[in-house]
């Protein structure tokens, strides 16, 4: 190979880098040599495998390299280099002594950069490097200054925006459509669609901001308005923007999240989260007397989903004037988001006067809401916690007003729940026994035990109830009215059904005949969309008949929220699956809405058979049964201890008991050979 060194200038030239790759140690010297004398810096390799090597070192700015090598050749060393090194970072000239085409087009489709026929003229040589190093400059200072300036909107937190207003196209980041709550491949993808999304009461003065500044008006578009986020709630967001020179045709700018320092949300005026927290530690400061309050509105999910999220908005303010209505000026009402309200009442000592306050707003919504042409009856829940002088600390009193509304939410009717903060060793106990429960979750401690449920005629087995018990290690089993409080205040009732349900599927899958098992589900549960999916789960997973499972749900679950309440019921029902109405004649059930339910069966709560030795006692049973009776369903007695209380539920045609007269609760070993005797001696009969 032969590489004539041209006579050269000594002009001072950018430094450059070059990795000289030639098996011919003539020819890099060579070339090594009128490169250096054009100013460049040159290190050189024999092999393919020694260019990899020292590019793979660092700091080479361009590859010269022969395509004919022993071993690994050109094209091979090429491949391997674009592996890791874009054609922009790593410019790669091959050189060869055949100007063959097929070698070029390789060459190309291989990634490199440019392609030389050797004898090498060493001036055009020091062209094409200088234009590919160029170039590489260039676009390496554009990626680097494009790093940083995505680095500096990432950190001040920053959408970028662009629109030709003449063609309509438009450009959200992905920054710009997730301070909305939006990915980069859905949401607004027009003009049209971002007004839309704008708060209605915002749109006329962020379009006339729009106008002034491409009229010419203001030196640049700086606008502040309300756009409604993916979750349906709005945000304070602030666009700042300027126009193209001459026909300002186009605009570019960002859009910034600024609902944190608003202190007032948006849809209601009402004071936020962050400013509510602000005056929960003044009443702190203050040592004076006050109870905190959390407000949900019932059903508002179908008021948003069943009208939109506008009317919802409407629905959520009115909400708010109304409630307000009924405070005095020391109070203060905020909205912490979605349907969830917080009420701090100050110089309120007592769960009498909080009663009483929260008693004087109810009397605002007597009469409807409109929205739309709609006349929405609007109730909530109320959960309250009295502050007192020991561990006043805002996020303890929200926990503790959480837990009072988790209990409202499973009350029927308008009540306010409170809840008793503990103090001393009984709050360690308390958080102690919610550990424990969450352990007690992970750990796989909660376990179902079967009661029998008989035919009364036969007293043989039916079925089962399936009862949640803990088998927390190196102690008895513990009964439910031992943590279901806190599981349910916890938030954690949820996981510990799903166990049961699961396990409870599972074992019945597997005994012989169709003996059913009915297990209870948390009035939680009937608002939680995920319900009839996760029994679908676990009947698949099991193999269970759906026509051998029911599910008991009690009294005051159902008139928490009927309607809503009817339509999940009507769901299982659908997949044939029985639903039992448990602890009947303890609640406030409606007879207009029950024989609306597609449950099967009633259940009489033990309180009523343990009352029938009295003459109104065992009138209220027989009530019950004829009430089952004109409405198709069966009749479980629960709580039989005595042959008496039998043979009474007997004559009044009660189908089935349960109770410890026939058995206490077995586990799942004792329930299969309870089974099993009878089986034997229904055999040994025939």
Not at 189 to 207: G, N, T, Y
Not at 655 to 666: I, R, T, V
Not at 671 to 681: M, P, S, T, Y
């Amino acid at each position: 190979m032969s590489a004539p060194v041209q006579a050269s200038d000594s002009t001072a030239r950018p430094a450059g880098h070059i990795l000289l790759v030639d098996d011919a140690p003539e020819v890099r010297a060579l070339l090594a040599r009128g490169l250096q004398c054009q100013g460049y810096r040159v290190v050189q390799a024999a092999d393919g495998a020694a260019a990899l090597a020292r590019v793979e070192a660092g700091d080479i700015d361009l590859v010269l390299l022969d395509v004919n090598m022993p071993g690994m050749d050109g094209f091979a060393v090429l491949s391997e280099l674009r592996r890791a090194h874009d054609p922009i970072a790593l410019p790669v000239i091959m050189v060869t002594a055949d100007n063959k085409g097929e070698h070029i087009l390789q060459a190309i489709q291989t990634g490199a950069s440019d392609y030389l026929v050797k004898p090498v003229e060493l001036e055009a040589l020091r062209w094409r490097i200088e234009t590919h190093l160029a170039r590489r400059r260039t676009e390496l200072a554009l990626r680097e200054s494009e790093e940083r300036f995505a680095l500096a909107l990432r950190g001040s937190n920053e959408g970028l925006w662009d629109w030709n207003r003449d063609t309509g196209a438009i450009y959200f980041g992905a920054r710009w459509k997730s301070l909305i709550g939006y990915g980069a491949e859905d949401g607004p993808d027009s003009f049209e669609d971002w007004v839309a999304l704008i708060h209605p009461d915002d749109r006329d003065a962020f379009q006339v901001s729009i106008d002034e500044h491409v009229d010419g008006k203001t030196p640049q578009l700086d606008v502040e308005y309300r756009i409604r986020h993916r979750s349906g709630e709005y945000r304070w967001v602030r666009t700042r923007g300027a126009a193209s020179a001459g026909a300002r045709h186009r605009l570019v700018g960002s859009q910034s999240d600024v609902s944190g320092r608003k202190l007032v949300d948006a849809a209601t005026g009402l004071p936020n989260r962050v400013n509510f927290y602000d005056c929960l530690e003044g009443a702190i400061a203050s040592k004076r007397p006050f109870a905190v309050a959390l407000i949900n509105i019932d059903r508002f999910k179908l008021f948003n989903e069943g009208l939109g999220p506008e009317a919802g908005d409407r629905v959520i303010k009115g909400f708010a004037e109304r409630f307000g209505a009924g405070l005095d000026a020391a109070h203060v009402l905020a909205r912490l988001g979605g349907d969830q309200f917080a009420l701090l009442a100050r110089d309120v000592s007592s769960d009498a006067e909080m009663a009483r306050l929260v008693a004087r707003c109810r009397r605002q919504f007597t009469g409807p809401i409109e929205v739309d042409g709609h006349a929405l009856r609007v109730s909530f829940r109320v959960g309250a916690v009295i502050a007192d002088t020991e561990h006043r600390v805002p996020g303890d009193l929200m926990y503790h007003a959480d837990r009072a509304l988790r209990s409202a939410k499973l009350q029927p009717g308008d009540r306010v729940a409170f809840t008793e903060r503990p103090v001393g060793g009984a709050a360690l106990a308390r958080l102690k026994l919610e550990t424990d429960v969450h352990r007690a979750l992970v750990d796989d401690e909660f376990i179902p035990v079967f009661q029998p449920i008989v035919a009364l005629k036969s007293e043989r087995t039916v079925g089962f109830e399936a009862l949640v018990r803990w088998a927390k290690p190196g102690q008895p089993l513990i009964a439910p009215g031992a943590f279901v409080g806190v599981a349910e205040e916890t938030g954690q009732i949820a996981a510990i059904d799903e166990c049961v349900l699961a396990k409870a599927c599972q074992e019945v899958a597997s005994w012989p005949g169709d003996h059913f098992v009915s297990v209870n589900v948390s009035g939680y549960r009937f608002g939680d969309p995920g319900l009839t999916s996760g029994i679908d789960r676990r009947l698949a997973e099991s193999g269970l008949d759906p026509r051998r499972l029911k599910l008991e749900i009690t009294e005051s679950t159902i008139m928490t929220d009927a309607k809503m309440t009817a339509r999940t019921v009507a769901a299982i029902a659908e997949r044939g699956i029985g639903v039992s109405i448990d602890d009947f004649g303890t609640g406030y059930s409606s007879l207009a809405y029950l024989h609306r339910f597609a449950a099967s069966t009633l259940k009489i709560d033990r309180s009523f058979v343990m009352a029938m030795e009295t003459e109104q006692g065992l009138e209220i049973v027989r009530m019950i049964v004829v009430l089952a009776r004109s409405l198709k369903m069966a009749v479980v007695a629960e709580g039989i201890e005595t042959k008496a209380q039998l043979q009474a539920l007997r004559a009044l045609g009660c189908d089935y008991g349960q109770g410890y007269h026939f058995a206490k609760p077995l586990p799942a070993a004792e329930a299969r050979a309870r089974l099993a005797a009878e089986a034997g001696a229904i055999k040994q009969a025939i």
